[in-house]
């Protein structure tokens, strides 16, 4: 959790954004309210839908950038269009994440 | 400067004293006993006497468990409000970067600026909130 906020690579903050999700799964699943294994389950799955826009996203940046490393990205200059796109995946990958009204389940 | 380094370090330290010093712990007796309930005896004596050894050990272990993460995770906020202390806000540039270049398969570089050290903050103070509400 903490190393999300630390690591300076954006594939390793993907990695360490991804890894609270099996934790989240037990938790919902053993500690759960009514028909908790079922909603355990829809929420890995909503959840890992949703941040596989934001690892497309970050291939694309690593793809025309050549590197994930975070210091050289914020020097990196995108078109406009393509900057577009990874504003929509990364937000998708967000949103879900967070209380977005017509994207939480 | 490694701080950010100890900052990740002290949690894995404590899940590590946590996971080996108890082997013979709840978890293994509970995987234990599932599996004789599988078997379906787990209605004999044997299993009964079990369950009250477990029944004293368990809540010395819960204790001892929760020591160890409140004291992992009050480390880490005192660490936490030292790298703040020791944060320059006059810089846009990430500071305290821990570069393992020992590691050849993969650049594992930490760092952090204006923005992350606020959320490594609030990280590190809520986990002792906490576990003291719990």
């Known amino acids: 959790m903490l190393a999300v906020f630390l690591v300076l690579d954006v594939l390793l903050f993907y990695i360490f954004f991804e890894s609270i999700l099996p934790p989240l799964f037990i938790l919902i699943g053993l500690f759960g309210s009514s028909n908790k294994v079922r909603a355990s389950f829809y929420l890995f799955l909503y959840t890992l839908l949703g941040s596989l826009f934001l690892l497309l996203s970050i291939l694309t940046m690593s793809a025309i950038a050549g590197t994930t490393y975070f210091d050289v990205l914020f020097k990196c200059t995108f078109e406009y269009t393509t900057q577009i796109f990874l504003f929509c995946g990364i937000f998708i990958a967000f949103a879900v994440k967070t209380p977005t009204i017509f994207l939480n389940n | ?134």
């Open chain 2, 1 to 134: 400067m490694s701080l950010l380094y100890a900052l990740l370090i002290i949690p894995v330290i404590g899940i590590f004293l946590i996971a080996t010093i108890d082997n013979f712990g709840p978890t293994t007796a509970i995987i234990g006993l599932q599996k004789d309930q599988y078997k379906g005896i787990h209605n004999s004596a044997k299993t009964r006497l079990l369950l009250s050894i477990i029944g004293k050990d368990y809540e010395n272990n819960i204790n001892y468990y929760k020591n160890i993460a409140l004291g992992a995770t009050l480390l880490n906020a005192i660490l936490s409000l030292i790298i703040y202390i020791f944060f320059d806000f006059s810089n846009n540039q990430f500071q305290f970067i821990y570069a393992n270049i020992d590691l050849s398969f993969y650049d594992i570089y930490l760092g952090v600026d204006g923005i992350s050290i606020y959320f490594v903050l609030l990280t590190t103070i809520i986990m002792p909130i906490a576990l003291v509400s719990n």
